[in-house]
């Protein structure tokens, strides 16, 4: 019998999963919220620093339709439109919301929420808390709201190992405390999937520890289908020299288009107009295009020492510099970095994943009982992510997946098989069996394949592609995956034994890595975060969106046509 039985399981407590187990709660449905960190203080939200996407109308007159249409012109062709606009529609609302809990957004001289004009934009409609702080901010406010839920069962530090699937549903999960290593099974009318991106797997990255693609190589196994998973997004700015200790490697933006930081190539000039870009100083230029003109000025010998660009602000006063960045400033200077007398050094930095698990317009998978939320869904942004699209997308895919799963559940029988949790449970079994008669001696190999599997994803798989690296890249992940991480023992011991957790996460991260080279191969084109330097143009035969699914441990592949339906407004709560 499971250990614990609840309506709905929610995996991930960002602002996806935290939305999604409050909106599940609300519509009557027993929830669990679960989570490999601590609730609510792992995961993206909480490290996220800049603007939020919603078409307020209180700066300049604005509408959903408009920031789809903004949305759609990022996405490069592929968004799903339906996805998208629920997406656009939904965002105002969300953001009403945390305004009702105090989230503290920032406001003119006037009282209405500010907005600013992010890249892509063509209004000023990203909100923000503060610059650097409104993800934290989004972050606390709903974790009060999750404290004040009653009845809402929560459990941090707890590790989901596999879904469990009976006679084509998902009835649950099989999960262990990773503090003692205990090994806990849930039975669950539904699940929802909320544990963010893939960004970990990547050498150069903004991701929490523990965004490593567990999401989608969960939904993979127990049957759903993923969409375009060759589409990861590197920020075009993160930080790279001098060193930055004690902050945010993606810093640099908001601060960016608030006061026109010039970005500069290594002699000094403003470049972007070369590629087709009307940056003028003002940021206005897309994430995917800028990360590609930093890379070839690179290639072409005009990089920056570190190798990357110059962010330069030193035409900009200081008190304008220390108005804007406030204590950044002091910051900043502690790691010896004076933004009035010198320029720092950045380049592209992997960020996001515009892919993800398919879903419908209620976030429900193709496996009946299985749902996702937030960064976990792939289509709503296609090809290249709108800046300012990410948190919004979280709360508004999280209420509706808590919503509509809570209403699937109303009524139902919970249903469990011993039988179909046997195989994770084995594998467990055998993974601990080894932890417990290994050597103190002996070396663990997960860090040292970890270390090896971010560097080959960084070189073959990242900003610049090729046949080549890409099938050496699948070469490689595949020899790891089938030969390599079976063989590997973890460290002596059961309670706090990190590198459990570690090839558990292996497991889930070879599977995932090796979807994105795979797909990457498939598109035989250039567009958007994707960049094939042998098949440099972008295609009009591969406006399609890509869909991997699985049978038995070999990946299948088919083309789709993209969704161009535009969903209708929904009142909220409606379904």
């Known amino acids: ?86 997406l656009c529609q939904e965002a105002p609302d969300r953001i009403r919301e945390l305004d009702g809990w105090n989230v503290g957004w920032a406001r003119d001289a006037e009282g209405r929420i500010n907005g600013v004009q992010a890249p892509g934009h063509s209004v000023r409609r990203c909100v923000y808390v503060d610059f650097l702080a409104t993800g934290p901010a989004i972050a606390q406010t709903l974790r009060t709201q999750i404290s004040r839920t009653k009845n809402l069962k929560r459990i941090s530090g707890f590790s989901i190992r596999d879904l469990v699937v009976h006679e084509g549903r998902v009835v649950g999960a099989v999960g262990v405390n990773l503090d003692d290593g205990r090994t806990i099974t849930i039975a669950a009318k539904a ?51 001098p ?82 960045f406030g204590p950044a400033i002091d910051l900043l200077a502690r790691n010896g970095i004076d ?33 996702a939320a937030g960064e976990a869904v792939g289509g709503a942004n296609g090809a290249n992510r709108l800046s300012g699209n990410a948190l919004p997308e979280a709360l508004v895919f999280g209420e509706r997946a808590g919503r509509f799963a809570s209403s699937e559940v109303a009524g139902m029988a919970t249903a469990w098989s011993d039988a179909a949790a046997a195989p994770v449970l084995g594998l467990i079994e055998t993974i601990n069996d080894r932890a417990a008669k290994a050597s103190p ?37 595949r020899e790891m995956r089938s030969k390599d991480l079976p063989n590997i023992s973890p460290s002596p011991g059961m309670e706090f034994n990190s590198t459990i957790e570690e090839w558990f996460e292996l497991r889930n991260s070879l599977l995932v890595a090796e979807m994105i080279a795979a797909a990457a191969l498939n598109r035989k084109e250039s567009r958007g975060a ?7 143009n972008t295609e009009t035969d591969f406006e399609r969106n890509q869909v991997l699914s699985m049978e038995g441990e070999q990946f299948s592949h088919r083309w789709i046509p993209v969704t161009t339906s535009v969903s209708a407004p929904q009142a909220a709560g409606a379904e």
């Open 339 to 371: 933004l009035t007398k010198q320029c720092v050094e950045v380049a592209p930095i992997a960020h996001y994943h515009m892919g993800g698990i398919r879903v419908n317009d209620r976030m429900q998978s193709r496996v009946p009982g299985l749902y």
């Open 191 to 241: 699940t929802i999937l909320a544990a963010g991106g893939l960004t970990k797997l990547f050498q150069r990255n903004s991701a929490s520890t523990n965004m490593n693609g567990d999401a989608y190589a969960l939904a993979m196994r127990a049957g759903a289908e993923l969409l375009d998973m060759e589409f990861p997004q590197f920020f075009p700015i993160g930080h790279l020299a």
């Open 530 to 536: 994707h960049q094939r330097i042998d098949f440099p």
């Open 441 to 477: 001696t002996e070396t663990c190999g997960t860090t040292k394949m970890w270390t090896e599997l971010q560097q080959l994803m960084w070189r073959d798989v990242g900003l610049m592609r090729t046949d080549a690296s890409l099938n050496a890249a699948l070469r490689r992940i």
């Open 1 to 86: 019998m499971p250990d614990i039985e609840i309506d709905v399981l929610v995996v991930g407590a960002g602002a996806a999963g935290m939305t999604a187990a409050m909106a599940a709660m609300k519509g009557g449905a027993s929830t669990l919220l679960v989570d490999k960190s601590m609730i609510g203080r792992g995961g993206a939200t909480v490290m996220a620093q800049m603007t939020v996407a919603a078409a307020l109308g209180e700066q300049d007159p604005d509408d959903w339709k408009k920031h789809l249409a903004d949305t759609l012109k990022a996405g490069r062709g592929l968004c799903n439109a339906e996805l998208a606009s629920v």
């Open 243 to 324: 060193r930055l200790v004690g902050m945010d490697p993606i810093m640099w933006d908001p601060f960016r288009y608030k006061l026109g930081g010039r970005l500069l190539n290594g002699n000094k000039e403003e470049f972007l107009e070369k590629y087709g870009l009307a940056d003028g100083g003002v940021y206005s230029a897309p994430r995917d295009v800028t990360a590609y003109a930093i890379v070839k000025e690179n290639e072409a010998g005009r990089g920056s020492p570190a190798g990357g660009a110059y962010l330069s602000f030193m035409h900009v006063p200081e008190s304008q510099l220390r108005a804007a």
